[in-house]
């Protein structure tokens, strides 16, 4: 393994304790020696692949999601042994039905009780590698008393009291 200075008997190499990347070329050179002292030895070249992305997970927030929300879909642990820079590719649905944003941010309206799914491919600019999903549904959001007025605002025990709420949902 004369190109990253490692002379080894055992006839396996573990890469990943050396600075290789893709497109790197190899070089294996063997040697066989007889009992009489003949010697014949071969090279092979061989070029180092890519290696693609790894992903742990992806993930959504906030962790509640309501009607009007902005949610963010976020890579977990991305790694790329070559070095690579990774790009994100993101693909969102609504209850199965694919959807035209293809950014990290997916904001609302929605519908109570749809789930939204969001899908992260990874990408080295080779090879695409990892790709994960996260599903998250919306909640009904509470609704919100603007005002509320009880008539009379001095009342006396014989009277009947009335109460007028605003409130938007």
Known sequence: WPQIGVI?????IDLSLFEVVHDD??????SVTDPSG??????IFFTVGNSTPTM???TIFPTAVYRNSSIICSPKNVQDNDGDEVIYLYQWNIDSVLQTETS???????????QITCTITTFDGIETG???STQIAVS???PNIKTHVITPSSPHANQTLNCEVLADD
Request: glycine fraction near 6%; include cysteine.
């Open 130 to 132: 990892e790709q994960k």
């Open 38 to 43: 003949a010697i014949d030895s071969q090279n």
């Open 56 to 58: 742990e997970a992806a």
């Open 140 to 142: 009904n959001t509470p």
């Open 8 to 12: 080894s008997t055992e006839g396996r």
């Open 104 to 114: 990290n941010t997916l904001s609302g309206p929605f519908n109570v009780d749809s």
């Open 25 to 30: 070329v190899l070089e294996c050179i063997v």
